[in-house]
C-alpha cells in the first residue's frame, strides 16, 4: 500500500475505533456472534448465502449480537494461570469473564441458561450459565501477554483453570480440557 493509501486507512481506523464499541459500529470482523435468548441484537439472521461456516455447522438465529475484537477488549479482562495439557507448563490466559460477555450481549445468565459453545473446527460443548460462573471461565483474548491468533488457540479461547473446580483438578491433565474449546467463534444461549 502507498503512504497516502495507508494514511487514509489509518485515519479511518482511527474514526471506527473512535466510536462505541458495543453499539454495534463495527471497527474490524466480528469475531464472536452470540445468538438464541439474546435481549438484544446488533446484527440479522444467519445469512444462508454468506455466513458460510454458520451454515456449514447448522447454526440458526433470527437476530445475534456480533462482538469486534474493541468490542471483546473494551469488557474488563482477568487473568488465570492454569497448566496447560499441550506443553504441560502454566501459562497466562488473558480474557472477559465470560458470563460478562453474555451479560454484554443481553443474556440473563441468572435464568439457568444452558450455552452451546462453538470452535471453527466443529467442536461444540454445552455448559450452564451457572457453571460457567461456578468454573470463573473466560472468553481468552491473549495467551502470556500475545493475542490468540486464528490457526493456533484463537481467535478466541474458551477457558477456566480447571485446578480450581473440584470435580476436575484430580483428573489426568489431558482430560480436564474438555470443557475448553478453542478457536471459539459463536455461542448459542437457550433457557426455559
Ligand atoms: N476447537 C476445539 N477445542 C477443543 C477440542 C477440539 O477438538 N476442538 N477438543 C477438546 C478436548 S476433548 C480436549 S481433551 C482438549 C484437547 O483436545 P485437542 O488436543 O483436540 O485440542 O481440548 C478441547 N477443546
Ligand atoms: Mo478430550
Redesign the pocket.
Known sequence: MDRRGFLATASLAGLAQAAPALAGAHAGPALLTVGGAIARGNRGAVDPALDQLMVRHGVHFSSAFAFDSPALLSLPAITIRPTL??DETPHRLRGPLLTKVLEAAGVDTGAAARVGIR?????R?EITSADIAAYRMILATHLDDRPLPLGGLGPQWAVFDPAAVPALRDKPL???????????YYIDVATG
Open positions: 495439557e499441550y470452535a471453527i473446527d466443529g467442536y460443548i489431558k482430560e480436564r480440557f474438555a470443557l475448553c474449546p478453542w478457536g471459539v
